[in-house]
């Protein structure tokens, strides 16, 4: 069984500042992890994920995550945020290997963003 | 490329009428779709997984004679809410994962469902 937990459902940032979204999972088998970005009633769109390898993953616009295997976490981060990132984040985790590719969602992060 | 689109975007219906939710994959064919629920303010809640050519297999709680889906191409799966009632509304998300990107699951843009 897989489980994700978000820490902080909301997350505010000065523009311009660091943004760190935390994710930590459970999972019975290697994971495959996932970032995903739903903007205000669209659907959500793939941000970077980590299926095997380098363990340090860059996605789209700028973001990138690490997972740590001993600390069972896929934290989100960009160096600098910017306006258009205002969304709702979520983590998913999937098991590794054959299968259907359930994913297990966390609740979700809402990331604001402060000018 | 991996594209998905849905279709309506939004649909508002009257209580105790059918509504069809189309999702679609247009440039790769989708061995597997996922249809999902969505509530205010909250995660994703999966409702069913379908694979082309079989029955869906639906979630513990999700009624299926309510939610009918059908996924009769690689590229096609319908979800039809029968029968609707105000507590159907909701926003409705398909996804599909690839025959070659087997690992990753690509979202469509989401129907809002207003039933009144």
């Known amino acids: 069984a897989q489980s994700v937990t978000q820490l902080g459902s909301h997350v505010s940032v000065s523009e311009g500042a660091l943004v760190l979204l935390r994710c930590n999972y459970s999972?019975?088998?290697?994971?495959?992890l996932f970032w995903y970005v739903q903007y205000p009633n669209q659907g959500l769109q793939l941000l970077l994920k980590?299926?095997?390898?380098?363990?340090l993953v860059k996605g789209i616009n700028g973001f990138e995550a690490e997972f740590k295997k001993s600390e069972t976490s896929f934290h989100l981060t960009k160096p600098s945020a910017h306006m258009s990132d205002a969304a709702e984040y979520f983590c998913a985790v999937t098991p590794s290997g054959a299968g259907s590719y359930q994913l297990t969602f966390g609740k979700g992060t809402k990331l604001s963003v402060i000018p | 490329g991996a594209v998905v689109s849905q279709h309506p975007s939004r649909v508002i219906c009257k209580s105790g009428t059918s509504v069809k939710i189309e999702c679609r994959s247009l440039d790769f064919q989708a061995t597997t779709m996922f249809w999902y629920r969505q509530f205010p303010k909250k995660s994703l809640m999966l409702m069913a997984t379908?694979?082309?050519?079989?029955?869906?297999?639906?979630e513990q709680g999700v009624e299926k004679d309510k939610f009918l889906i059908n996924h009769a191409s690689l590229t096609l799966s319908t979800l039809t809410v029968t029968s609707a009632h105000p507590e159907d509304s909701s926003f409705y998300i398909c996804s599909a994962r690839g025959v070659y990107s087997t690992d990753t699951q690509y979202f469509g843009p989401g129907t809002r469902l207003t039933v009144l």
């Open positions: 980590y299926t095997t390898g380098a363990t």
């Open positions: 999972s019975s088998v290697p994971p495959y």
């Open positions: 379908s694979n082309e050519g079989s029955k869906a297999t639906y």
